[in-house]
């Protein structure tokens, strides 16, 4: 059984401001939580979907990023959710971003 398919797309609005980190490596991480608030149908009825999700987004573009992304600005992410953990061990899902989009 293959199971490497992990893709993840979802609409939203930036609700913390943008930053760039850089790694050790040198390489840039753009890092902002993008909160999403729908309708959605689940057994065929209407059901509020709300979602806020941290995105990071590596590579040379990321720099480029952070000065078009403020808060309120809608983006379409497309990526993969990976786990990560906090400085207290606590587990979250964080979207790596392999695309981003103004909307």
Same mark, same amino acid.
């Given at each position: ?7 993840? #797309? ?9 930053? *760039? ?10 890092? /902002?939580?993008?909160?999403? %608030? ?6 065929? &009825?209407?059901? +509020? @979907?709300? *979602?806020? %999700?941290? #995105?990071? /987004?590596?590579?040379?573009?990321? @720099?480029?990023? *952070? ?7 809608? *983006?379409? #992410? +497309?990526?993969? =959710?990976? +786990? ?5 061990? &606590?587990?979250? =899902? ?5 695309? &981003?989009?103004? %909307?």
């Amino acid at each position: 059984m293959d199971l490497s398919t992990n893709q993840f #797309v979802i609409d939203g609005n930036v609700c913390k401001p943008a930053k *760039v980190t850089k790694s050790p490596a040198g390489i840039s991480h753009l890092h /902002f939580a993008l909160e999403h %608030i729908s309708e959605q149908f689940e057994a065929t &009825l209407p059901r +509020r @979907s709300y *979602v806020r %999700i941290q #995105v990071v /987004f590596s590579g040379a573009e990321a @720099s480029e990023w *952070v000065t078009k992304l403020t808060v309120g600005s809608a *983006v379409q #992410v +497309r990526g993969f =959710l990976n +786990r990560q953990e906090d400085n207290n061990g &606590l587990a979250k =899902l964080v979207l790596h971003a392999q695309q &981003l989009k103004m %909307i």
